[in-house]
């Protein structure tokens, strides 16, 4: 008589390596119900049509192995390594059974993680979160402000232990399973290979496959994206974009960058210095620049808001120079401090704020300093934050954060820094103090209050604080203002220019892999005495701001900056660029080449509403441009040709 087969169950955890196979099945589920959960949180936006859903799920799947795999790593060498003896002892299995636990609550741990990560930035893990990771009590302070972070981890802890309690008898199935070294070495060389194998011949961008950026995200693993962005956290250009020449990239460049009032400065071929002058005497009016956190444009009445909750800004955008068609480098602050302090387009990886031998830039601190002004950076936190106080320290601004802000002067404060209207108080006692030297000022000031958890002091706006978004940006507009009507008493504000402008915006994300729409922001140029009100409707870049300010002030200097004065520039030339930590874009003329660090290239139709992009053909002259502008400023960072030179 035969013997029926055992159980399915039982032959595939009934040897040493059955805890692998099991946690590997409780893995591939989490993913799989991750995966799920965040389709369905952003809707209509995946577009999830068969062959979306076949990638999704697909190729999701198998990044989820490969995840998996390297996940797992320590486990497969625990199995291996334990001798029989151990193993076999009647309480292991309750060893076993509590670091099932432990595993099971990270990968649950994980999968909430990658849901509130998406709330913010629609993405699964990416550059942004290793970013984050080097700053944990920011971060670890931000979540358990925005977040009720014991109820989750007890709820999680609750669940972990419910589950392994589930699987218990699967997992002891290979309790008394006999095992040998050899055998299992066999096991473990399968296990290791799989990982060693992806390492070499997958990669991370395989799964970019849909024009459709939140399908391509979800084609993804958390857990993988976030190793493979810590791993390309710096792109050298020359090695993965597309690339000229190098002297005809430069020359290139050099033809794009003249305007009327600035001219190259030598023959040298790869110089970009130009001098700039003009015949009217300069103005050494004092400057605020205000750079507002995740403001973007979107926010105001005068670009289509319904919401009501900018009204100072909106009152104000009336009495001032408005910038209606301004676009942010980035979606990140260190890209819009970048792009205000330096003027160049956003660098592929790392910003130069965060980037080694990033000291003694042509910054436009350096400028005003140069002029004669007292230069600040202030900033609500604390400096090193994002590598503030080095970056600006180091390029001609004295740092005052958050240390030096006394508590009886604190309203209110989170994680991020004090409250916006303190650093506002801050602010002003720098003006009073460079006004009573006889000295003109320029500081630019970084703001923190519309930033999560959005709380603030109760009473200054009618949504109560810890509201979320909406709140946050009704609060800072209520504090910008504040700090014009205090500002206004004083004997320096006649004389003074404020320039008010996002950072970026408060979204990234979108249907497209350089959704415009996330990139639009506003600037206002108010000074009543001196710069007449009205709208500016061109085509602007965030790094046109700096010389363009200059050029309001009439400033004469030899510059190394990249962006325009946008008065000085003749009607058809305008262009902007817009990049994640890896793709690369040029806008102008209706059409945004995008470059990414496959050295691949394409020509796109963007909707400046919903964000979506047409395939077009391709340019190759426009593609070239595009180039030029990046390739040449990555080999001028590298080389000294972004160095402050003397005036």
Not at 40 to 45: F, H, N, P, V
Request: glycine content about 8%.
């Amino acid at each position: 008589m035969n013997q029926s087969s055992p159980p399915l169950t039982t032959r595939l955890f009934n040897h040493r390596f059955g805890p692998f196979w099991l946690l590997l099945f409780v893995f591939l589920s989490i993913s799989l119900l991750t995966r799920l959960a965040l389709l369905l949180k952003t809707g209509d936006a995946a577009e999830p049509g068969l062959m979306n859903i076949l990638q999704m799920f697909g190729l999701g799947l198998a990044f989820d192995i490969i995840a998996a795999s390297y996940f797992f790593i320590p486990l497969a060498l625990f199995l291996f390594l334990v001798p029989n003896r151990i193993y076999r002892w009647p309480h292991f299995r309750w060893f076993l059974l509590s670091g099932t636990v432990v595993w099971i609550f990270i990968m649950l741990f994980n999968a909430v993680a990658e849901w509130t990560f998406w709330e913010e930035f629609g993405s699964r893990f990416n550059f942004i979160a290793v970013d984050y990771l080097l700053f944990t009590n920011e971060v670890i302070g931000n979540i358990r402000e925005s977040y009720p972070v014991g109820p989750i981890l007890g709820g999680l802890t609750l669940l972990s232990l419910l589950i392994a309690w589930g699987i218990r008898h699967w997992l002891w199935a290979s309790h008394h399973a006999e095992s040998r070294y050899a055998s299992r070495a066999g096991w473990l060389l399968l296990l290791l290979a799989v990982p060693l194998l992806s390492f070499s011949l997958v990669d991370f961008r395989l799964k970019d496959q849909s024009t459709n950026r939140y399908v391509n995200s979800l084609s993804g693993n958390g857990i993988y994206e976030f190793f493979a962005a810590a791993y390309n956290n710096e792109l050298d250009y020359a090695t993965f974009y597309h690339s000229l020449a190098l002297d005809q990239a430069f020359a290139r460049l050099r033809e794009q960058l003249p305007t009327r009032h600035a001219r190259l400065a030598s023959n040298d071929a790869r110089d970009l210095t130009r001098v700039v002058s003009y015949a009217q005497p300069e103005k050494h009016l004092n400057v605020i620049m205000i750079s507002v956190e995740s403001l973007s444009a979107s926010f105001m009445t005068r670009f289509g808001s319904r919401q009501g909750i900018t009204p100072r800004l909106d009152a104000l955008a009336r009495e001032s120079l408005l910038f209606t068609n301004l676009y942010a480098t980035g979606t990140r602050t260190v890209r819009g401090l970048e792009a205000l302090a330096l003027s160049v387009p956003p660098t592929p990886g790392q910003s130069i704020v965060k980037r080694p031998n990033n000291a003694s830039l042509f910054s436009l601190g350096e400028v005003f300093r140069s002029k004669g002004y007292e230069v600040r950076f202030l900033y609500g936190g604390y400096g090193y934050f994002d590598n503030m106080n080095d970056f600006f320290g180091g390029n001609g601004y004295q740092v005052i954060d958050r240390t030096a802000i006394p508590a009886e002067r604190i309203h209110h404060e989170n994680i991020w820094g004090v409250a916006d209207e303190d650093l506002f108080t801050q602010a002003l006692l720098e003006a009073d103090k460079a006004f009573a030297a006889g000295s003109p000022s320029f500081m630019q000031i970084m703001t923190t209050s519309n930033h999560r958890p959005f709380t603030y002091p109760e009473g200054r706006v009618d949504i109560p604080s810890k509201s979320g978004r909406y709140g946050g940006v009704k609060y800072t507009d209520w504090a910008i203002g504040d700090f014009i009507d205090r500002a206004s008493s004083k004997p320096w504000f006649a004389d003074t220019v404020f320039v008010i402008v996002a950072d970026h915006c408060a979204s990234s994300a979108g249907k497209s892999d350089i959704p415009v729409n996330r990139y639009h922001i506003p600037a206002l140029f108010f000074s009543p005495r001196h710069i007449k009100a009205g709208e500016f409707n061109r085509l602007t870049s965030q790094i046109d701001l700096p010389p363009t300010l200059l050029g309001l002030l009439n400033f004469s200097y030899k510059s190394r900056f990249l962006g325009y004065d946008m008065y000085d520039l003749e009607l058809g030339r305008e262009r902007a660029f817009l990049g994640t930590y890896q793709d690369l874009g040029y806008l102008r003329n209706g059409k945004l080449v995008k470059l990414d660090s496959r050295r691949g290239r394409a020509v796109f139709r963007p909707d400046f509403k919903d964000g979506s992009a047409e395939k077009l053909p391709d340019d190759p002259e426009l593609e070239n441009d595009a180039a030029s502008w990046y390739q040449a400023t990555a080999w001028a960072f590298g080389h000294g040709g972004l160095r402050w030179i003397p005036q």
